[in-house]
Structure formats: structure tokens, C-alpha cells
DNA sequence: AGATATCTATCTATCGATAGGTAGTTTTTG
DNA sequence: CAAAAACTACCTATCGATAGATAGATATCT
């Protein structure tokens, strides 16, 4: 059936949770938004930690899906990271937040463990996705460039929101090493 | 004076702060951990928008002071850029943590304004200390350049939280590019 | 004595979570 | 087929814990 309230809770609180990290969703904020209680919200996630792993397993999902038409789009290299670095770029300009999983990741710490898992899940996917567009197109030393340009695309998005402009994020990012 | 509580508060919060945001530390939690009772740290701040501020002031001062040595050592720019890496590397390695104002950055939206300014001066200070490092060595597009630098390091330090791994931000540091 | 620093005690607001109830739908069973 | 049971998706009400903040008393130090 896949509820359309679930979906609703799960869009408002990654809205929350892409603003300010897992401190900064909450059940009864989500409630208000979606016009439940927050009970209601504990009855399709038990709890805060579940919730949360949700929102970054279905973060992680979407993104592979985008991931996977652009290898499907058969590019070529240059073209296939200009439509990666698109991902993340849209994913500021049209929503003026940060990368989800950037921000659990940066408070990594303080995240239950589930969420930890389900953070890690999302780079090494991307890593993975990288390092095979490398390696598949000859690029030497493919795994670690993969960590470079989810790096940079990780840190161009944190500079644009230190700066409140999608500008930066341009200017942060570097594709010409495989030009 | 600059009295010893003063630090104390400061170094506990900026811990506490540097591990998960600013939503996750407290006035409690700072009393707790240097021995005093909560309502006595706002008499030093009195409300987490100034303490916090003064956190971010306090960091971007430090920081300030390294890149000022780094200047005064008059290495070439290759070695300038690497004690400037080691500056965050060491960083995260000594205190297995990000970046204060990185992380700040990240939460921007729920920040009090105070909180947003000095997290702005923090970058702001990085891009002009590396903006001249890099036209004071014949770089061109050194603003530009600068921006990419510091994206690189506050990515690295990212992904290395996502991996709770200092390797990786090795790994995602690109210095090569004025080899 | 007066300034500085810290305390006790308390307030309001919010947090995640749980208990228990209910209307409506679906499934099971006699 | 119809009654009974179970399930879905919410609700109200409340819990203990914690958040930042404040007033006023007390201690310490010059």
C-alpha cells in the first residue's frame, strides 16, 4: 500500500532533519506539519532512531536510483560527473539544504546506531558508484579519487550553506582532473 | 583575568559542540563535566546564542593564529599548503573531531543569527588567508582556487567522520594541484 | 564593604515515549 | 453468509527527562 502518511512524515522530517541535523526533527514538529499527533507518527516508527534510519535508507535509495540512470545514460566520463555533481547540486539549489547524509555524518557521533549504519551505507554506495565510473574508464588509483570527489562534493555543499548561496557550491567543486 | 571557568566552559562546550552540533550541548551537560552548577555559566554567558558565538569566535581566533605562523614561516607555497592540511588533519586526529565551524555551517538554517555571522567570519578568514597565499604565488583565479581548497578540507573531514577514520581524510586531500 | 562568582530553587517549554481508547476495515471462523 | 475477532490508523492524556533561563541567597576575595 505504502501509506501516503508515512510518506508525508518521512518528507517532513527529512526537510527538519536537512536543516539541522537529527537534533533538529522532532516527532511533534513532523505532527504539526502533516496535521497528526505525534503519537500517530510513533505508530508507523516506534521510535526516533527508526525514523531516522528510514529517512537516510530512503535518502540513500533515492540517490542510487539517480545513480544508476546515470550510468545507464552510458556518458562519458566527463558527461557522467557533470550529472553527478548535478545530483548534489539540485539537491541544494531546489531544496536550500544540506546533503542529509553529509549532515548525519558530520554528527556522526552523536547518532544512535542504526542511523550511524544507515549514514555509512550512503558514501560507501557512492564511493562504490565512483571508483567503478573511474576504473571503468581507466582512471588509476580509482578508489581513492572516488573519496576525493565525494569529498568535494560533500564540502561544496557545506561551504554553499556556510555562505547561503549555491554560487559557492560551483565554485568549490572541481571536475577538471580528468579532463 | 580571564578566568579559568571562562575555559573550562568554553573547552567543554566546544567538545561537546564539535561531536554533534549545535543542538547537542547543554549548559547542564558543561556543568556536569567541569564540576559547577548550570545557572553559574550564565553568569559568564548568558544565553547559548553567546556562549556559542563566543565559542565560534574563539575557534576562528585559534585558527587565526596558525595561519598567521604558517605565513611567517615563509615555506614555499607546496609547504605552505600542507601545514595548512595538517592544520585541520591535526585537528581531527587529536581530538577525533570535526570541524566546529564546518559542522556550524552544515546546521546554518537553525542557528541563532549571532551564531551564523561568526560561523560566516570563520570561512571568510579561511578563503582570504588562502585567496592571498595563492596570488602571492602567481596562482590564477587564487579566489576561486581558495574556495576549492577549503571545500576540500571540510569535505575531508566529513567523510572521515562517516568512516570514524582519520585515513580517509588523507585519502580525500588533494594538494596536487599546484605541483 | 563591595565586587565577583557560584549556589539553590524553580519556571516554562519541549523532548521521546507509552498507555489506553476508538472508528473503520479486513480477516477468520462457526 | 454473518458474527466474531483482529488489524489499521489514528486519537487523548500523560509520563519522566531535559532544555534554556531567571531570581535571589550565599560564599569568596580584594
Chains 1, 2 share one sequence.
Not at 522530517?13 to 511533534?28: C, D, P, T, V
Not at 533515492?62 to 544508476?68: D, E, G, S, T
Request: aromatic content about 12%; overall charge negative; proline content about 1%.
Amino acid at each position: 500500500m505504502s501509506s501516503d502518511t508515512i510518506d508525508r512524515i518521512i518528507a517532513s522530517a527529512e526537510n527538519q532533519a536537512r536543516s539541522g541535523g537529527y537534533n533538529a526533527f522532532s516527532f511533534r514538529e513532523i505532527a504539526k506539519e502533516i496535521g497528526i499527533k505525534s503519537a500517530s507518527i510513533h505508530y508507523h516508527f516506534p521510535t526516533k532512531e527508526n525514523l531516522a534510519t528510514e529517512l537516510a535508507k530512503r535518502y540513500t535509495e533515492k540517490f542510487n536510483q539517480y545513480l544508476l540512470a546515470i550510468t545507464e545514460s552510458r556518458g562519458n566520463l566527463q558527461q557522467q560527473l557533470s550529472d553527478y555533481a548535478d545530483l548534489f547540486y539540485f539537491a541544494l539549489k531546489n531544496d536550500q539544504k544540506m546533503c542529509l547524509c553529509g549532515l548525519f555524518a558530520a554528527e556522526m557521533d552523536v547518532l544512535p546506531e542504526d542511523v550511524q549504519t544507515a549514514t555509512r551505507l550512503f558514501f560507501e554506495a557512492q564511493i562504490t558508484w565512483l571508483s567503478t565510473l573511474l576504473s571503468t574508464n581507466g582512471i588509476a588509483s580509482a578508489d581513492t579519487e572516488a573519496v576525493k570527489l565525494l569529498a568535494n562534493m560533500e564540502g561544496a555543499m557545506l561551504i554553499a550553506k556556510a555562505f547561503d548561496s549555491e554560487d559557492y557550491f560551483k565554485r568549490a567543486m572541481d571536475l577538471t582532473v580528468y579532463k
